[in-house]
C-alpha cells in the first residue's frame, strides 16, 4: 500500500500516475481532506482526554477537601462523549481512507511510457536467440490444456481470473519443483525449512 505521507507531501505525484494508468477513478483531494479531518480529530480527541485526566485529578482532590464534585463530575461526562462521538467520526475516516488507500496502486516510474496498452511497452535489451521450429509453436498454456495438466475454467471458479489449477503430471512437476527448491536451499544455502500453520489470527493478518 502506498505510504500516506507520499499523498500529503506529493499529492500531484500521485495524481499524474493514476492519469498514467487511465483506468483508476480516485478523488485525491477528498482522501486529502479526509486524512486532514483525520489528524485534526485525532489531535482534538488528545486535548480532551488530558482535559478529562485533569478534571478527574481536581474530582479526586476535592473528594478529599470534602467538597462537593457534582459539577466536576458532570463536566467529565460531557467531556467523556465527546470523545465518544469524536473517536466515532476517527473510525469511520479512518476506515474510508484505508480502503481508498488500498486501491491506490503503486507509483508508475517516470521511465514508463505512457499507452492505452501494452503495444506502447519499450524493448529495452534481448538475451540470446529465439529457437527456431519447423512447425507452429504453440503457447505453453495452449499445450497444458490439451495434455490435461492445466485446468483454468476450474480455476476461475475457485479463485477468479488468471489462476491455473495444475492435474495429474502437471502438479506432479509443480511439487517436484517446490521439492527442488527446499532441497537445494536447505542442504546447500543455509536456509531452514518450516511448515506454518495455515490458518492466522486476527492480530497477525
Known amino acids: 500500500m502506498l505510504d500516506i505521507k507520499?499523498?500529503?507531501?506529493?499529492?500531484?505525484?500521485?495524481?499524474?500516475?493514476?492519469?498514467?494508468?487511465?483506468?483508476?477513478?480516485?478523488?485525491v483531494p477528498n482522501l486529502i481532506d479526509s486524512d486532514k479531518s483525520y489528524r485534526e480529530l485525532q489531535v482534538?480527541?488528545?486535548?480532551?482526554?488530558?482535559?478529562?485526566?485533569?478534571?478527574?485529578?481536581?474530582?479526586?482532590?476535592?473528594?478529599?477537601?470534602?467538597?462537593?464534585?457534582?459539577?466536576?463530575?458532570?463536566?467529565?461526562?460531557?467531556?467523556?462523549?465527546?470523545?465518544?462521538?469524536?473517536?466515532?467520526?476517527?473510525?469511520?475516516?479512518?476506515?474510508?481512507?484505508?480502503?481508498?488507500?488500498?486501491?491506490?496502486?503503486?507509483?508508475?516510474?517516470?521511465?514508463?511510457?505512457?499507452?492505452?496498452?501494452e503495444a506502447a511497452n519499450l524493448e529495452i535489451r534481448k538475451w540470446g536467440e529465439p529457437r527456431k521450429f519447423d512447425f507452429e509453436p504453440?503457447?505453453?498454456?495452449?499445450?497444458?490444456?490439451?495434455?490435461?495438466?492445466?485446468?483454468?475454467?476450474?480455476?476461475?471458479?475457485?479463485a477468479g481470473a488468471r489462476f491455473v489449477m495444475m492435474r495429474g503430471q502437471g502438479a506432479r512437476l509443480e511439487r517436484a519443483l517446490v521439492n527442488f527448491m527446499l532441497d537445494l536451499h536447505t542442504n546447500q544455502h543455509g536456509y531452514e525449512e518450516i511448515q506454518p500453520p495455515f490458518i492466522s489470527n486476527r492480530e497477525t493478518l
Open 44 to 117: 482534538k480527541a488528545d486535548e480532551l482526554r488530558k482535559k478529562r485526566n485533569d478534571y478527574s485529578q481536581n474530582i479526586a482532590k476535592l473528594k478529599k477537601d470534602g467538597q462537593d464534585t457534582t459539577v466536576a463530575q458532570t463536566e467529565v461526562k460531557q467531556i467523556g462523549d465527546e470523545i465518544k462521538n469524536i473517536e466515532d467520526q476517527v473510525k469511520v475516516l479512518q476506515d474510508n481512507i484505508s480502503e481508498t488507500m488500498l486501491s491506490i496502486p503503486n507509483l508508475v516510474h517516470e521511465s514508463v511510457p505512457v499507452g492505452t496498452d
Open 6 to 27: 507520499v499523498l500529503r507531501t506529493n499529492p500531484e505525484i500521485v495524481e499524474e500516475s493514476l492519469k498514467k494508468r487511465h483506468h483508476y477513478k480516485i478523488d
Open 138 to 158: 504453440k503457447a505453453h498454456d495452449e499445450i497444458g490444456k490439451e495434455l490435461g495438466l492445466m485446468d483454468f475454467e476450474r480455476a476461475a471458479k475457485l
